[in-house]
Structure formats: C-alpha cells, structure tokens
C-alpha cells in the first residue's frame, strides 16, 4: 500500500539554525499538510497545499515557517530560524482530494522528530 | 469541551474483550476520522465517517456518528495485544477546508 515517507526520522539542530523537513506524498495524491505534536499535546495543524499554493494555514504557522513542492514528489518544511519551541514530531499528509463531496481520508507519515538545543 | 475530546483518556482491558473509546465535538462537521498512533510512531488511518453517515464497519472496528449529540464513538472488538496504542478522533469542520482537528485521544493498553 502507498505510503507517505518522511526524512529525516530524526534531526537535531541548534536553536537559530534554519532546518528543512522532506515529506513524499503518495503519488497520485494532490493535497499536502504539516501538521506537529509537541510532546504529550494535541496533533495541531500547520498548513495545507494545494496546487502550488497555501490553502490554509494556522497561527502557529507564521513568517518562520515555509513550504514548498520544488519537484513533482517531494513537500518540504522550512523552519527559518528555529527555536526551543520549535521541538516537536511534524508529520506530513496526503489526500486526494478535499470538500465535502470527497471527504478523503488524510494519511500520514511517520513524522520527523524535530530537536531544538 | 474542546474541539475533539477522547473519553476515557487510558482505557485498559484484557485481550479478547472490547474496547470502547468515545469523541465529543462542539462545532459542525463534514467528517470525523478515526487515528491509531503507536508510540512514537505515525499516524494510521482507521476510519473516516460522514456527517451523513451514523455508522460504519471495518473488520473489528465499528464507529458510530450522532450529530445531534456531537459525539462518536470506536469499538474495537476482540481486542489483541498489537491493538495496545493511542486513538484519536479528527474532525474536519464546515467551512474549515480539510484541516484535521484532533482530539486529546485514548491509550488504550490491551493486555495478555
């Protein structure tokens, strides 16, 4: 079964350095979403994309915080200048499609476990 | 309540019998998605229901949908030790595009 593959699993970094998370959606998926886990909290969202563009993004997601599909496979994270805050698990999703017609499923990675030192 | 609240909050039960775990909401929804995450791992998909819809079936796993009261519920039938994990309900609310609010979730622990 398609999945949805994140790297890296794992990344430290010290607090101000920018860092870029990797997400591959399934293939024939045309939605994309971040969304992060701070330790012990909720599942928040980030941001959705679609079409080469935002949809939606949430508060959290401020001037810090990009995205960016630069090839047809990849969705990539990028935390410009990283805080302690910043630490977390962000997980990528895909869906086929959204509205209330479709109702598709989002299915996820198994995240990136973000550090911050 | 908030948005996507789990009852109980750990649930733990002897292998063969069911578990029940139980989602409020407070605004209107188009879906509600049922998750499984084991530790430290992702996401997986278990069950998407419609706001039309009151009840769906995927092998031991039943869910239920009552608009009227805000809630869902997950049945897990004859329970085993690899059901041992965290479930979270996600809505995806009117108007909200298709941005998942998750709740607080269950640890449900199954033992042998």
């Known amino acids: 079964e398609p999945e949805v593959t994140q790297t890296p699993s794992h990344q430290v970094t010290q607090m101000g350095q920018e860092v870029i998370l990797r997400c591959v959606p399934i293939?024939?998926?045309?939605?994309f979403y971040w969304y992060r886990q701070i330790l012990g909290q909720k599942v928040e969202f980030l941001v959705s994309f679609y079409n080469n563009e935002i949809s939606e993004k949430s508060e959290i997601f401020d001037d810090q915080f990009s995205v960016e599909r630069p090839d047809g496979s990849n969705f990539t994270l990028k935390i410009r200048s990283t805080k302690l805050e910043d630490s977390a698990m962000y997980f990528c999703?895909?869906?086929?499609?959204?509205?209330?017609?479709?109702?598709?499923?989002?299915?996820f990675g198994d995240g990136t476990r973000l550090s911050i030192l | 309540s908030q948005q996507g609240e789990e009852d109980p909050q750990a649930l733990s039960i002897q292998e063969g019998e069911n578990a029940t775990m139980n989602c409020s909401y407070k605004t209107s929804i188009n879906n509600l998605q049922w998750y499984r995450q084991n530790s430290g791992r992702g996401l997986v998909h278990l069950i998407l229901i419609r706001s039309n819809e009151r009840e769906k079936h995927s092998g031991r796993l039943r869910v239920t949908l009552d608009t009227s009261k805000k809630s869902s519920s997950l049945l897990i039938t004859a329970s085993r030790a690899a059901d041992t994990a965290s479930y979270f309900c996600?809505?995806?609310?009117?108007?909200?595009?298709?941005?998942?609010?998750f709740g607080t979730g269950t640890q449900l622990k199954v033992e042998l």
């Open positions: 293939s024939n998926h045309l939605y």
């Open positions: 996600a809505t995806a609310v009117t108007g909200g595009g298709n941005k998942l609010t």
């Open positions: 999703a895909s869906s086929r499609s959204i509205g209330t017609q479709s109702n598709q499923p989002q299915h």
